[in-house]
């Protein structure tokens, strides 16, 4: 259960940062379209990946026993340079979320979250290298898989469905302010935890 929760924990922390991905699930949700096709997409690819990083990070270390530290490294410079890039976006500050549009089809929709998905870089980093990296710190990787998992499932439905909710919240530019630092601040927090061990 502990690496259940972990996984839970680390999942949340990493996918809760607002990327290309997660803007687009929200708009989406603000415009009330295509939004249970779009959190499904995007919560069984994210499965698939993690699924890759903890399955192919047992493997790889396995057989490679210095890849498990390298990888582990590689996340904490990148959790580093990612809550660095938050802090200074809190700093700089940002605009409103102001969805327009009467939005595209369905296919075009799903489209559009492939590619914000699997052409995405931080997608692959968070889910298959530092998630990966990350697993390999706790004895069950499977329970900790589920948990990553399961929460990616919680956060893009309740991203999606409670876009509405959050609406009035991102009108402000501010908003978005102390969302950047609080992402910056759990970044940081992951890599001293990576870092220690």
């Given at each position: 259960m502990t690496s259940f929760l972990a996984g839970l924990g680390t999942g949340l922390s990493l996918i809760v940062a607002i990327g290309a991905q997660n803007a687009f699930v929200l708009k989406q949700g603000l415009l009330r379209r295509h939004v249970l096709a779009v959190c499904l997409f995007c919560a069984a690819s994210d499965a698939l990946l993690i699924a890759l990083g903890v399955g192919g990070m047992a493997a790889a270390g396995a057989r490679f026993p210095w890849l498990v530290a390298a990888m582990r490294w590689g996340g904490v410079a990148f959790l580093l340079w990612y809550g660095?890039?938050?802090?200074?976006?809190?700093?700089?500050?940002g605009d409103?979320?102001?969805?327009?549009?009467?939005?595209?089809?369905?296919?075009?929709?799903?489209?559009?979250?492939?590619?914000?998905?699997w052409l995405n870089p931080h997608v692959w980093l968070d889910t298959v290298v530092l998630l990966g990296a990350v697993s390999s710190q706790w004895p069950d990787?499977?329970?900790f898989a589920a948990g990553a998992i399961c929460g990616?499932?919680?956060?893009?439905?309740?991203?999606?469905?409670?876009?509405?909710?959050?609406?009035?919240?991102?009108a402000r530019?501010?908003?978005?302010?102390?969302?950047?630092?609080?992402?910056?601040?759990?970044?940081?927090?992951?890599?001293a935890r990576l870092a220690l061990g």
């Open positions: 660095l890039r938050s802090f200074r976006a809190a700093l700089r500050g409103a979320l102001r969805p327009a549009g009467r939005g595209d089809g369905l296919a075009a929709t799903l489209l559009t979250a492939a590619a914000l998905t990787r499977r329970g990616s499932f919680l956060f893009f439905f309740a991203l999606g469905y409670g876009a509405r909710l959050l609406a009035p919240v991102f530019p501010r908003a978005w302010q102390w969302l950047e630092a609080g992402v910056g601040a759990i970044m940081w927090a992951i890599a």
